[in-house]
Antibody
């Protein structure tokens, strides 16, 4: 079964940092771009960024550029989202997804709450 | 960034009736390779989004044939021929022709 499982969410203070993980199983992880998408409470979907198969290319939404970093460890079938300088506007459920230009496999998401 | 604009933002439909959602992009999604990178997703209540349509009109695996996509360039439409109760949720269009990828605001579909 193809599966993506996000972890690492939680409560963090404004200005703080958090690292999310997305563990993949049942797919050829190293063959795929991977994407992060977030959804603030009661809001729509926002693409956060993605990473190429070997990690050599990464792209980010303007709202997170310079604060968030995506990385991956193909030996562990895991993609990461390092989030720094967090603000209340980063409060959201964060999803990872396989990125074929479209996102055909999604995780269930992990909630990040930025609050004092 | 490419702006994706969906209309309407909300839709209430009688079961068995059709529904239509429009998505307009601020620039053409037709790439030099001849493909148009426009996709449709449905997020059912309490669930992760799921892919419905890729490259304008191609139904993803397992998607019922009551869902169809059409359009070209900057104007696209998702149609549900006969809405069923399980179709409720938020529908999103998204472009992948360039980074950053961008979603429409979402259209809420509910049953009357």
């Amino acid at each position: 079964e193809v599966q993506l499982v996000e972890s690492g969410g939680g409560l963090v203070q404004p200005g703080g940092s958090l690292r999310l993980s997305c563990a993949a199983s049942g797919l050829a992880f190293g063959d795929n771009w991977m994407t992060w998408v977030r959804q603030a409470p009661g809001k729509g979907l926002e693409w956060v960024g993605n990473i190429k198969q070997d990690g050599s290319d990464k792209y980010y939404a303007g709202s997170v550029k310079g604060r968030f970093t995506i990385s991956r460890d193909n030996a562990k079938n895991t993609v990461y989202l390092q989030m720094n300088s967090l603000t209340g506007e980063d409060t959201a459920v964060y999803y990872c997804a396989r990125d074929y230009r479209y996102f055909d496999v999604w995780g269930r998401g992990t909630l990040v709450t930025v609050s004092s | 960034d490419i702006v994706m604009t969906q209309t309407p933002l909300s839709l209430s439909v009688t079961p068995g009736q059709p529904a239509s959602i429009s998505c307009k992009s601020s620039q053409s999604l037709l790439d030099t390779d001849g493909r148009t990178y426009l996709y449709w997703y449905l997020q059912k209540p309490g669930q992760s989004p799921q892919l419905l349509i890729y490259e304008v009109y191609n139904r993803f695996s397992g998607v019922p044939d009551r869902f169809s996509g059409s359009g070209s360039g900057t104007d696209f439409t998702l149609k549900i021929s006969r809405v069923e109760a399980e179709d409720v949720g938020f529908y999103y269009c998204v472009q992948s022709i360039e980074h950053p990828k961008t979603f429409g605001q979402g259209t809420k579909v509910e049953i009357k």
